[in-house]
């Protein structure tokens, strides 16, 4: 059975902390490992993975994908009131459906 | 940036009666869409993926004759709740990957369903 797995399912942190976010994964046709942040709706796009070891970087976040031990990191610097949300690790499936197998989310804290 | 909608954004209705949510692409084709649903403080939970011009495929532990899944061209999928009861209240998103080996997925805004 394909599985997302995030650690930890919930985060407390302070203003300016640096956190990381874990995700691992079994699954029998992997694509790409993506991970999203919501806060309200519908969650928003942060990266998309696909190659191990190539860090990708935005702002204050950064995440990287490692195939051999099948589990990707979502890395957030100087940590504001505004990363407060869940974080979305979810795997795409390779054939033609591209289904996604979303994990549970960690829900990240930040207070001031 | 691609645009998917979903109409309604909001809607109650009275148990036993089924509704209808419309999810759109907006200026690109996506041959597939995804349903979610989301509980309160709860994570997305993928329902179904829809195919155009071919049936869905349900998640284990979705009712396929509950949740009914109609991808009937590039631009729209429709998910229609039928019968539905106060449980099937919650937040709706769809989302669509775009077309030409696109993987990445863009969101509708939600439609959140009340069942009275």
């Known amino acids: 059975e394909d599985k997302v797995v995030q650690s930890p399912l919930s985060l407390v942190v302070h203003e300016g902390d640096t956190v990381t976010l874990n995700c691992s994964y079994e699954v029998t046709n992997f694509r790409s490992l993506l991970w999203y942040k919501q806060e309200k709706k519908a969650p928003t796009f942060l990266f998309m993975l696909?190659?191990?070891?190539i860090e990708k970087k935005s702002g204050r976040l950064s995440s990287i994908l490692d195939k051999k031990e099948l589990s990707s990191i979502l890395n957030i610097t100087a940590t504001q009131t505004g990363d407060s949300a869940i974080y979305l690790c979810a795997v795409l499936l390779g054939g033609s459906q591209g289904n996604l197998i979303f994990g549970k989310g960690t829900k990240l804290s930040v207070k001031p | 940036g691609a645009v998917v909608s979903q109409h309604p954004s909001r809607v109650i209705c009275k148990s036993g009666t089924s509704v209808k949510i419309e999810c759109r692409s907006l200026d690109f084709q996506a041959t597939t869409m995804f349903w979610y649903r989301q509980f309160p403080k709860q994570s997305l939970m993928l329902m179904a993926t829809s195919n155009e011009g071919s049936k869905a495929t349900y998640e284990q532990g979705v009712e396929k004759d509950k949740f009914l899944i109609n991808h009937a061209s590039l631009t729209l999928s429709t998910l229609t709740v039928t019968s539905a009861h106060p449980e099937d209240s919650s937040f709706y998103i769809c989302s669509a990957l775009g077309l030409a080996g696109g993987v990445e997925q863009f969101f509708g805004p939600g439609t959140r369903l009340t069942v009275l």
């Open positions: 696909t190659s191990s070891g």
